[in-house]
Every structure is written in structure tokens, then in C-alpha cells.
């Protein structure tokens, strides 16, 4: 299993970028890794995903390290409905995301 | 309907009784998941879906728990003889298949007093 370790939790400024980090040193060569985040009393929602390239959508970018052993999400400019637990998952083959404690994101005005 | 749907929002039982929790799946989604979250943690998944079969149910804790999609959209989770340490928030999410983009559902709030 891909052991993935998250800080608990993150403060960042509204407007400014917030980088949360993800290590997954035991990830495999074809294992995804996915980004879920769940705002407060909701479910999670979709983020980002990629394999090895750097990612970029609406919502995110998604940075990878060249050795895959670590990958960091970024929001480009924070904002209050940003704040929530974010999630990195990497995908491990299986057919189920399994979800870690994920790292809370607070996001000060 | 535009996301997914799941009913009751909230559920409060006594500690033996049985319970169903309804999960209306995205149209069109082929693959459907359980998962409990209780507070302060991360879901942790309950079983997996495709189609009208449970293609991995390693996740249910007892042989208290159970779930069915009978014609491969909606799906029902049942609780048997509840126990306090049951309560939990039920989240349901769906997908065309694979692993992207999983659509989840704000859950169901089981509470057993």
C-alpha cells in the first residue's frame, strides 16, 4: 500500500496561493494520484488527478516531483470557499479511493 | 437529477432496529460507493458497485451491514440490529467507471441513541 502523509492542517491568507503538500514515497509506477476536498457538511468533491505531468484546471494545479514520491496541490488565489480538508490519494491499482485524515485547510480574510 | 441524491439527510434509530439508507446514483453511472465517515476522520469505504454486483465488499464491517443495487442504479444500505457505534455519516458517490471523478452525495446522518 502507498503510505501517503498529509500535514494535519494548513493557514493560509484569502488571495494569496496556498501550496499543500502530499508525500507518497511508497507509490507505484502506474498508481494516479487524486485530490478530493470536502468542504464542511458536504461530501467531497472531485479536485484534480494526474500520473506523472504536471495538471492544471479550474479549480487547481497539481505538482508531481520528477520521482513521484511526493506531489503538491496548488490554489492559485484562496479564497473563503476554499477552506476545507483536503485529500491526496494515491490510487494503489485498486478499484476504491481510500481515504486518509487529510490535511484542513483554513483560509484567514 | 443533476448530483447524487441520498435519503433520509438524517436518520435517528434505537439501539436494535434496522435501518435502510437510499442512494440515488448520477444517470448513467455504472459504478456506485459506500462509505462511512465518523467525525473527524476520513470516509472509509464500505463496498463498491458495478453494475447490479458487488465488486468489492471488503469494507463492510459485519455481516450486520449489507447493500444492494439491484438494477444497477439505485442502491440501498442496510443496517441490521444498529448499534451506537454505527453512527456515523453515510456517503454515497458514483462514477462512469474507473477512478476519476467520483461524484459523492452530502450523506446521510445515521444517528442511534
Known amino acids: 500500500d502507498a503510505k501517503t502523509t498529509q500535514p494535519n492542517s494548513m493557514e493560509s491568507n484569502e488571495e494569496e496561493p496556498v501550496h499543500l503538500p502530499c508525500n507518497h514515497s511508497?507509490?507505484?509506477?502506474?498508481?494516479?494520484i487524486h485530490w478530493y476536498r470536502q468542504l464542511p457538511s458536504q461530501g467531497p468533491e472531485y479536485v484534480i488527478h494526474?500520473?506523472?505531468s504536471n495538471v492544471n484546471n479550474r479549480m487547481a494545479s497539481l505538482a508531481i516531483a520528477e520521482d513521484r514520491k511526493s506531489s503538491t496541490l496548488i490554489l492559485h488565489r484562496a479564497t473563503l470557499r476554499d477552506a476545507a480538508v483536503y485529500y491526496c490519494?494515491?490510487?494503489?491499482?485498486?478499484?476504491?479511493?481510500?481515504f486518509g485524515q487529510g490535511t484542513r485547510l483554513t483560509i484567514n480574510p | 437529477g443533476a448530483g447524487v441524491s441520498q435519503t433520509p439527510s438524517n436518520k435517528v434509530t434505537e439501539k436494535g432496529k434496522y435501518v435502510e439508507l437510499r442512494c440515488d446514483p448520477i444517470?448513467?453511472?455504472?459504478?456506485l460507493y459506500w462509505y462511512r465517515q465518523s467525525l473527524g476522520q476520513g470516509p472509509e469505504f464500505l463496498i463498491y458497485?458495478?453494475?447490479?454486483?458487488?465488486?468489492?465488499d471488503s469494507g463492510l464491517p459485519n455481516d450486520r451491514f449489507f447493500a444492494v443495487r439491484p438494477e444497477g442504479s439505485v442502491s440501498t444500505l442496510k443496517i441490521q440490529r444498529t448499534e451506537r457505534g454505527d453512527s456515523a455519516v453515510y456517503l454515497c458517490?458514483?462514477?462512469?467507471?474507473?477512478?476519476?471523478?467520483?461524484?459523492f452525495g452530502s450523506g446521510t446522518r445515521l444517528t442511534v441513541v
Open positions: 490519494i494515491p490510487d494503489q491499482g485498486a478499484q476504491k479511493l481510500v
Open positions: 458517490a458514483s462514477s462512469l467507471g474507473g477512478l476519476t471523478g467520483y461524484t
Open positions: 458497485f458495478q453494475g447490479t454486483g458487488a465488486a468489492d
Open positions: 494526474g500520473l506523472t
Open positions: 511508497t507509490i507505484s509506477g502506474t498508481d494516479y
Open positions: 444517470s448513467g453511472h455504472t459504478a
